[in-house]
């Protein structure tokens, strides 16, 4: 991205000297001047794809296939997230909610999505439309809100209303500085709820400490009080979140994975895999998914209650789902070999948009609510291992295999109430 100057922040992205830049920030009415940083889409390759790939994808084509042949021979499926997180049966669930995908882009030809699909923007390149070319931003929106049809599979908010918002490119890696101008569009789009299923390491709280301080944060934060719900993916590095951005900011709802097979609780559906490692069923995906014991004390008081905010918020489902592929070739059929229209991925990018879903039916049956009462809402409302309650922010009880040095766990978001 050459050049974009933001509303949501007091501040503009471009091309500049290292001279230029040291020129801005010796000038005492700029606040910060920081590089640009490579964000990634975070499923969990192989299992997954294009995260850190070279490209490879098609270009998508500029009408959509005819799949109404194939696809009516696939017989409607609650994938086992939305089941495990009570989301099943609710056809017009999030009706009228507006829900950003901000990421590869979206196939808006996919019949499980294309009567959600109202809008979007291509952040690369506007001249193109945001149809998906890599296949991660797709999968995330079928987790959204595919259709309850006859065919195919369910999204956890079937009603809700999706719009492409294209950061990401066939690799699945964008500019830090884009996913700034996606958030900017949202909130002057209107948006309800954004989902951020990427991210990167946080240079400026690496090397210096200072976590969650870069212009992205200060975007979302922005985002969030202007009533933005902002769900973001915590990473696949089996490491501390904070070290990650946008999963580190303030403001963001971060989400990391919990390995479900059978899509009930209890812990009886068989082992899963990933990268050939077991994940066992009802327990932290301790595989690849992220983790934080870190939390911003909101309001100062020294204690941790639900006013504040942990760096990780909530669990939810991210072992093999099954959700929405293109119906036409991109990088995760010709680089992982996964096939058309439908597929499994892995990673806390499928976990992110199990709480986007859930935040979508929360603001379509309490409409006018503040983004941060969303995020109490679904945290209070969250399931906890072995009967365990949520007190504070956490949970009262530990789900197996969760790293984390808190005595309890985050809550595992749960829809039935709403």
Same mark, same amino acid.
């Given at each position: 991205?050459?050049?974009?100057?933001?509303?949501?922040?007091?501040?503009?992205?471009?091309?500049?000297?290292?001279?230029?830049?040291?020129?801005?920030?010796?000038?005492?009415?700029?606040?910060?001047?920081?590089?640009?940083?490579?964000?990634?889409?975070?499923?969990?390759?192989?299992?997954?794809?294009?995260?850190?790939?070279?490209?490879?994808?098609?270009?998508?084509?500029?009408?959509?296939?005819?799949?109404?042949?194939?696809?009516?021979?696939?017989?409607?499926?609650?994938?086992?997230?939305?089941?495990?997180?009570?989301?099943?049966?609710?056809?017009?669930?999030?009706?009228?909610?507006?829900?950003?995908?901000?990421?590869?882009?979206?196939?808006?030809?996919?019949?499980?999505?294309?009567?959600?699909?109202? %809008?979007?923007?291509?952040?690369?390149?506007?001249?193109?439309?945001?149809?998906?070319?890599?296949?991660h931003g797709t999968h995330v929106a079928g987790i959204v809100?595919?259709?309850?049809?006859?065919?195919?599979?369910?999204?956890?908010?079937?009603?809700?209303?999706?719009?492409?918002?294209?950061?990401?490119?066939?690799?699945?890696?964008?500019?830090?500085?884009?996913?700034?101008?996606?958030?900017?569009?949202?909130?002057?789009?209107?948006?309800?709820?954004?989902?951020?299923?990427?991210?990167?390491?946080?240079?400026?709280?690496?090397?210096?400490?200072?976590?969650?301080?870069?212009?992205?944060?200060?975007?979302?934060?922005?985002?969030?009080?202007? %009533?933005?719900?902002?769900?973001?993916?915590?990473?696949?590095?089996?490491?501390?979140?904070?070290?990650?951005?946008?999963?580190?900011?303030?403001?963001?709802?971060?989400?990391?994975?919990?390995?479900?097979?059978?899509?009930?609780?209890?812990?009886?559906?068989?082992?899963?895999?990933?990268?050939?490692?077991?994940?066992?069923?009802? #327990?932290?995906?301790?595989?690849?998914?992220?983790?934080?014991?870190?939390?911003?004390?909101?309001?100062?008081?020294?204690?941790?209650?639900?006013?504040?905010?942990?760096?990780?918020?909530?669990?939810?489902? =991210?072992?093999?789902i099954l959700s929405t592929m293109p119906t036409y070739q991109?990088?995760?059929? #010709?680089?992982?070999?996964?096939?058309?229209?439908?597929?499994?991925? #892995?990673?806390?990018?499928?976990?992110?948009?199990?709480?986007?879903?859930?935040?979508?039916?929360?603001?379509?049956?309490?409409?006018?609510?503040?983004?941060?009462?969303?995020?109490?809402?679904?945290?209070?409302?969250?399931?906890?291992?072995?009967? =365990?309650?949520?007190?504070?922010?956490?949970?009262? #009880?530990?789900?197996?295999?969760?790293?984390?040095?808190?005595?309890?766990?985050?809550?595992?978001?749960?829809?039935?109430?709403?």
């Amino acid at each position: 991205m050459a050049h974009a100057r933001w509303q949501i922040v007091n501040g503009f992205v471009a091309r500049m000297s290292e001279a230029a830049a040291n020129r801005l920030r010796s000038d005492p009415f700029v606040r910060s001047v920081s590089p640009d940083l490579v964000v990634h889409a975070f499923p969990k390759p192989p299992s997954g794809g294009g995260g850190k790939g070279k490209g490879g994808g098609s270009t998508p084509p500029p009408a959509c296939p005819d799949t109404s042949g194939a696809l009516s021979l696939v017989p409607e499926q609650v994938p086992t997230g939305v089941q495990r997180i009570g989301g099943a049966g609710a056809a017009l669930a999030g009706a009228g909610v507006k829900v950003a995908i901000i990421d590869t882009g979206i196939d808006d030809c996919h019949p499980d999505l294309k009567d959600n699909v109202k %809008g979007g923007v291509n952040i690369l390149d506007s001249t193109r439309s945001p149809r998906d070319d890599n296949g991660h931003g797709t999968h995330v929106a079928g987790i959204v809100a595919a259709r309850d049809n006859d065919f195919g599979v369910v999204g956890v908010a079937p009603g809700a209303s999706l719009y492409a918002v294209k950061v990401l490119d066939a690799s699945g890696s964008g500019a830090l500085s884009g996913v700034v101008t996606a958030l900017d569009w949202a909130v002057r789009n209107g948006m309800n709820v954004v989902n951020l299923s990427l991210g990167a390491l946080d240079f400026w709280c690496v090397i210096l400490g200072l976590c969650g301080a870069g212009t992205e944060c200060t975007a979302v934060n922005n985002a969030v009080a202007r %009533g933005v719900t902002v769900v973001v993916a915590a990473g696949n590095q089996v490491d501390e979140a904070v070290f990650y951005t946008p999963a580190n900011c303030r403001d963001s709802l971060t989400v990391t994975a919990l390995a479900d097979s059978n899509g009930a609780s209890g812990g009886l559906g068989a082992d899963l895999t990933v990268n050939g490692q077991p994940e066992v069923d009802d #327990t932290f995906a301790q595989t690849f998914s992220n983790f934080s014991s870190f939390g911003w004390d909101v309001n100062g008081d020294g204690l941790f209650t639900i006013e504040d905010h942990p760096i990780v918020d909530l669990m939810a489902p =991210g072992v093999a789902i099954l959700s929405t592929m293109p119906t036409y070739q991109v990088t995760l059929n #010709t680089q992982y070999g996964l096939p058309l229209n439908y597929a499994t991925l #892995t990673g806390t990018s499928m976990a992110a948009p199990h709480v986007a879903g859930a935040a979508a039916r929360y603001i379509a049956t309490h409409p006018g609510v503040s983004a941060d009462a969303v995020r109490q809402a679904l945290v209070l409302s969250g399931e906890c291992a072995a009967g =365990g309650t949520v007190t504070g922010l956490l949970c009262s #009880t530990k789900w197996p295999d969760d790293p984390d040095i808190d005595p309890g766990s985050e809550p595992l978001v749960h829809v039935g109430g709403f």
